[in-house]
C-alpha cells in the first residue's frame, strides 16, 4: 500500500491562487486566514520593515493561523505587496481607486514583493520569497476608463488592478519575473517543495 498523501490546505481566500494551484494538479483546500492584514502592514512599515519582508511576515501570519486549527495539515501562506517607489498599494475598494491606482502606476516600474511560508503544526518548514518587476507603459485616461470597463469589477480582487493572465496585459511594456509569482504564488518553488513531502509525484 502506498502511504497517505498529506493533507495540504492554502490558507487564502484568493481564487487567483486556488486556480493556479488547482491547474497545476495540486490536492488542496482553501481556508481562509482570519488575519487583520491591513493592520499588520501598517505596524511592520512603521517598524521600517521592507515590502518584501512585510509579504514574508503576513503569508507565515496566515499559515499559522489556519495551522492551529489544522496541525496535522501543511499549510501554506501566500501575501503579495505592490511597491512603486516605496508606496505600498492594497488592492482597490472601487473602480474609482482602482482608476487612482493605474493613474499612479502609468508611466513607472513596481515590483511586486511575493511570499510563500509553509507551516506544520505550527512550525515554519519552508518559504520562498521573490520580487518580479512590472513597467507599466503611459496609460492615458481615456484607455484606464475603458480598460477598467472592459475587465469590470474582476480586477478589484487583485492588487494593481490588473490580471496579467488577460486584458491586464495591454497594460504593460515590460516584464520581469516568473509568471506564477505575478499571479500570486511561486509555483516552479512550491512544486519542488511538494515533491519532497509526497503531495506531487516526484
Known amino acids: 500500500m502506498t502511504s497517505p498523501v498529506r493533507l495540504l490546505i492554502l490558507a487564502s481566500a484568493s ?16 481556508v481562509p486566514a482570519n488575519v487583520d492584514e491591513s493592520d499588520c502592514k501598517t505596524k511592520l512599515k512603521a517598524e521600517g520593515a521592507s515590502s518584501l519582508k512585510c509579504a514574508e511576515t503576513l503569508a507565515e501570519i496566515k ?4 495551522s492551529r486549527q489544522n496541525p496535522d495539515a501543511i499549510v501554506i501562506g501566500a501575501d503579495q505587496l505592490l511597491d ?16 487612482e491606482h493605474l493613474t499612479a502606476l502609468s508611466g513607472k516600474t513596481h515590483q511586486l514583493a ?10 515554519r518548514i519552508w518559504h520562498h520569497v521573490s520580487a518580479p518587476r512590472l513597467s507599466v507603459r503611459t496609460l492615458s485616461p481615456q484607455f484606464i476608463d475603458a ?5 469590470g469589477d474582476g480586477v478589484l480582487s487583485s492588487v494593481g488592478a490588473y490580471h496579467l493572465e488577460g486584458l491586464g496585459a495591454q497594460l504593460f511594456e515590460n516584464v520581469e519575473g ?13 512544486l519542488a517543495f511538494l515533491r519532497e513531502h509526497g503531495i506531487v509525484p516526484r
Open 114 to 123: 511575493t511570499a510563500a511560508v509553509a507551516v506544520r503544526a505550527g512550525a
Open 178 to 190: 516568473d509568471f506564477f509569482t505575478i499571479l500570486g504564488v511561486p509555483l516552479l518553488a512550491l
Open 15 to 30: 481564487t487567483s491562487r486556488a486556480r493556479v494551484l488547482t491547474a497545476a494538479g495540486i490536492p488542496f483546500r482553501a
Open 63 to 66: 499559515a499559522l493561523a489556519v
Open 84 to 99: 512603486c517607489g516605496g508606496v505600498w498599494f492594497d488592492k482597490p475598494a472601487d473602480r474609482a481607486e482602482a482608476r
Open 147 to 151: 480598460y477598467l470597463e472592459a475587465a
